[in-house]
């Protein structure tokens, strides 16, 4: 486009036309199972690689080498020849998974890179999102899942049992097999082993009842469970972290070490639980994704060069990636991410560069040699307020089990005001709802809940806000401008905002506004992601500043439900631990709110119900329990679409895609293995 200035008018324009496509392509509505059980298609297996123009063939010798089935990256073809690595026949498995690229068959070599400001890449991260390995992959518009690691799946007639094929002949990066016993040692011997005590995750019981694993053979897994469980799929391959599969398959040959099973002397179990938590800190680890470690700097970057083993060919015969590796570097600043996409330094930005941007980033496309391209964020809202309700404040407590106080603090915010200055006025101003394309809003009831949902308690009204204050108690007893609690004692709320979380700081700074004019004292702590994760685990603040990226009962199900032990949970944190543990560790849900037990209650239920729209159909009375008792959270701006930058010379990039929910696992769906450099 031309060098004149991009007005904020042409690009809100240009934005809501992109949307459009956007939307239709990215944010299908995922289909959960059919009532009846069903069977995933076999993996088709790789043809016999035809000739091309792939520069990847090794230098002529005097005997000839045996004619191979599949191509390599010559750096691999090097080692090969060198005597240091088997041939690339030996190194796939017997059926590799065939990648068909999204536009054509690359070419091997050189590096891309992205940018992160966090201080953790393990876990849920960036990097895992990047390889995100499961069982099952989402397709690359979330519309159902196709075979990965598992080749194949079948369910029983009732949901009770279903037996996973994995794929016969995969290896670890150190050439060692994979198999089930390494998902096996994670279940056996992490979760069910009392001294390790690994949290449950969601999916893996039913009614209290932890799941029978039993090995079939070496790549055949049986798993029973004593109540029909259709979401099995959907729960555990939600993106990456310790939730999902792509993180609980780990090199058991590897892990035995540290494990006082097969090592006596290993009591303490802290190394083992540090290489499962911090597995990309280890650089002597074997993994089966793309990209294994290749170096390590603290505070600035870490390297990745391709996995020999990996497990993946293209229609062609090609071993993927094509890539030889990548770089996440580490900044301290989300602003240096905006100004080095600009400079054209970074080849794929995904997350952490902000919407306020993105009319810069449309300016410099042609400087910066890259395209612009906007994203759906995925998220039910964006700069919310979820509440805990287990401090050891019992007073403050008291005042959070009130509907009452919980709707004046709606009231008292004004959504439009911060949809307006944080995010451009292009959000929809909306509560803590699912998101709107979740599969159970399809029907006529859905629809209804969804829009009694969305506007419960949204209308900016701080003369209401006030009112609902007065009749609690909450008054400004001693004149100095600020409400006290009903006993008189200062009431001073502290929120605590992650300090990468740009959204989330300048919109409390408009909440405080909005609490001071009804005489709510609302002061925002800005700490880092390692101390807010510390506070939120001990329930130390009654409130946290968030988005949410969430749907139905396998999309995050925890963000209106108090099922799992995340930071991101309704109510808080030991609620959800008390749920997945069966009531042997965390906090039971409290007399004072028993609309907690309820949701609990609901979604224990809804996840057995094998028929579809009759499990909708009980998810929705979980919804209804938000309109009649809550907010029990407060929402503001929700539906928005985020920037993403893609360098020119990145090539089989997706055009669309998901940017906020972490349960899609956005780039991984779009399998960046088949990502080339091109011109």
């Known amino acids: 486009m031309s060098n004149e200035k991009l007005t904020r008018r042409d690009f809100v324009r240009w934005t809501a036309l992109t949307a459009v496509g956007v939307a239709a392509a990215a944010c299908a509505k995922p289909e959960e199972p059919a009532a009846q059980p069903t069977t995933a298609p076999a993996q088709p297996t790789a043809a016999a690689a035809k000739a091309t123009d792939t520069p990847v063939p090794a230098k002529p010798t005097d005997t000839p080498a045996p004619v191979s089935k599949y191509k390599e990256a010559p750096m691999l073809a090097e080692l090969v020849k060198a005597g240091k690595l088997p041939p690339v026949d030996e190194r796939l498995p017997e059926e590799p998974l065939v990648l068909a690229p999204v536009e054509k068959i690359g ?29 099952m992959r989402w397709e690359r518009d979330t519309s159902g899942h196709r075979p990965n690691v598992v080749a194949k799946w079948e369910w029983n007639a009732d949901g009770t049992q279903i037996v996973l094929h994995f794929r016969k002949g995969m290896k670890w990066s150190d050439g060692q097999p994979l ?8 279940w056996n011997d992490m979760i069910l082993d009392e001294k390790v005590k690994l949290t449950r995750q969601t999916g893996t019981s039913t009614g209290g009842v932890d799941m029978k694993a039993t090995k079939l053979d070496d790549y055949t897994l049986q798993l ?5 469980n259709p979401l099995f799929v959907e729960m555990m391959n939600r993106g990456t972290g310790n939730r999902a599969t792509s993180w609980q398959l780990v090199p058991a040959h590897y892990l035995k070490q540290f494990h006082w099973k097969y090592t006596p002397a290993a009591t303490d179990t802290t190394p083992l639980i540090d290489h499962y938590d ?3 800190d280890y650089l002597d680890m074997p993994t089966f994704y793309p990209m294994v470690v290749k170096d390590i700097k ?6 990745f060069e391709r996995n020999p083993y990996y497990w993946k060919v293209d229609t062609e015969g090609n071993q993927l990636p094509y890539f030889d590796g990548f770089e996440v570097k580490q900044v301290k600043e989300k602003q240096l991410i905006a100004l080095s996409c600009v400079a054209g330094e970074v080849d794929f930005q995904l997350r952490d560069i902000d919407l306020k941007d993105a009319p810069m980033f449309k300016e410099n496309e042609a400087k910066g040699n890259y395209q612009l391209r906007m994203w759906q964020l995925g998220d039910a809202n964006q700069a919310g307020i979820l509440i805990r309700y287990c401090t050891s404040d019992a007073s403050l407590n008291k005042l959070l089990f009130d509907q009452k106080f919980r709707q004046a603090m709606s009231y008292a915010i004004n959504k439009d005001r911060i949809n307006d200055i944080v995010f451009l006025g292009m959000g929809q101003v909306r509560s803590f709802a699912m998101m709107a394309s979740g599969p159970e809003f399809a029907s006529e009831r859905g629809q209804k809940v969804l829009k009694d949902w969305e506007n419960s308690c949204m209308e900016y009204d701080p003369e209401l806000a006030k009112k609902l204050l007065d009749e609690i108690g909450v008054k400004d007893v001693n004149n100095d401008g600020w409400r006290e609690r009903p006993d008189g004692t200062p009431l001073d709320m502290v929120i605590i905002v992650e300090n990468t979380d ?11 506004e909005d609490f001071k ?4 004292k609302w002061t925002p702590s800005v700490i880092e992601s390692t101390l807010l994760s510390q506070k939120e685990t001990n329930c130390e603040e009654a409130f946290r500043a968030r988005g949410a990226a969430a749907s139905g009962l396998f999309v995050a199900p925890g963000h209106w439900a108090p099922v799992e032990n995340n930071d991101y949970i309704v109510c808080g944190k030991p609620y959800g631990l008390w749920y997945q543990s069966g009531g042997k560790e965390g906090t039971p849900p409290p007399a004072e709110a028993p609309w907690m037990k309820k949701l609990m209650d609901i979604f224990g239920e809804a996840i057995t119900i094998a028929d579809v729209a009759k499990r909708h159909d009980r998810t929705l009375d979980g919804y209804q329990v938000h309109i009649d008792d809550g907010p029990f959270q407060i929402g503001t701006v929700g539906s928005l679409v985020s920037p993403v930058v893609v360098k020119n010379t990145m090539k089989n990039v997706a055009e669309s895609g998901i940017v906020g929910s972490w349960v899609f696992g956005f780039p991984g769906t779009i399998d960046p293995e088949q990502w080339y450099r091109g011109s």
């Not at 029973?224 to 029909?228: D, E």
């Not at 740009?502 to 405080?512: P, V």
């Not at 004019?517 to 709510?520: D, E, F, I, P, R």
Request: proline letters at 3%; glycine letters at 14%; a negative charge.
């Open 107 to 135: 070419t091997y070599g050189g590096s891309w890179n992205f940018m992160s400001p966090s201080t953790n890449f393990n876990g849920g991260g960036a990097i895992g999102m990047v390889m995100c390995e499961n069982f």
């Open 278 to 280: 911090k597995r990309w």
């Open 224 to 228: 029973n469970f004593a109540n029909p």
């Open 298 to 303: 603290a505070g600035e970057y870490v390297k």
């Open 179 to 186: 198999t089930v016993d390494d998902w096996l040692f994670w």
């Open 502 to 512: 740009k959204y989330g700081i300048e919109a409390q700074q408009l909440i405080t």
């Open 517 to 520: 004019a009804v005489g709510l």
